[in-house]
């Protein structure tokens, strides 16, 4: 099966910062990629799939990119609502993992 | 509105069974692939089990192959997982979700999400 690997694990950026946080893929997945937030003690919101499409009402500061085997999810402008841990998950075949996340703090 | 409600979950003693359902509406469910992704207490998503709209195809992930079956009643919108044989690493809370609409995808990513429902496997 595809792993999927996500780094850093935790990150913390000051307001405004531009944070960048990547996935990468056992092997190639085309642009089969979604990145999900999950704020604390909430649901996961979709954000982009298709590797940098960004999904209805998501704030232009999201963006992704990528493909085949290495993926990367930015904040152009970090605030203090996007303190949340993001996940990336693969859906070219099952299984559809996910990456083991990476929580993003203020500092 | 989409809304998804889960139900069904509850404690249960290791080996033992329960059957999650979740009540979709606001969306014509027929026409979505629906998901069951769990998430351990303190722990990342987990993606369980994906059904096409028309129920006719199911796929699993290894840690729940040959224990968990997905089904659909799509008369109802309902969702449904029978889960069996249960192990104290199953001990998660289980979300219903909906795909995206298909657009070409087998597998598409996950738009919605239910609240959860806890399942707690434990003696």
């Known amino acids: 099966d595809i792993q999927m690997t996500q780094s850093p694990s935790s990150l913390s950026a000051s307001v405004g910062d531009r944070v960048t946080i990547t996935c990468r893929a056992s092997q190639v997945i085309s642009n089969y990629l979604a990145w999900y937030q999950q704020k604390p003690g909430k649901v996961p919101k979709l954000l982009i799939y298709?590797?940098?499409t960004l999904q209805s009402g998501v704030p232009s500061r999201f963006s992704g990119s990528g493909s085949g085997t290495d993926f990367t999810l930015t904040i152009s402008s970090l605030r203090p609502e996007d303190v949340a841990t993001y996940y990336c998950?693969?859906?070219?075949?099952?299984?559809?993992?996910f990456g083991q996340g990476t929580k993003v703090e203020i500092k | 509105e989409v809304q998804l409600l889960e139900s069904g979950g509850g404690l249960v003693q290791p080996g033992g069974s329960l059957r999650l359902s979740c009540a979709a509406s606001g969306f014509t469910f027929t026409t979505y692939a629906m998901s069951w992704v769990r998430q351990a207490p303190g722990k990342g998503l987990e993606w369980v089990s994906i059904i096409t709209g028309s129920g006719h195809s199911t796929y699993y992930a290894d840690s729940v192959k040959g224990r968990f079956t997905i089904s659909r009643d799509n008369s109802k919108s309902t969702l449904f997982v029978q889960m069996n044989s249960l192990r104290v690493e199953d001990t998660a809370v289980y979300y219903c979700?909906?795909?995206?609409?298909?657009?070409?995808?087998?597998?598409?990513?996950?738009?919605?999400w239910g609240q959860g429902t806890l399942v707690t496997v434990s003696s």
């Open positions: 998950q693969k859906y070219n075949t099952a299984p559809l993992t």
């Open positions: 298709a590797a940098s």
């Open positions: 979700a909906k795909s995206i609409p298909s657009s070409g995808y087998l597998f598409p990513p996950i738009d919605s």
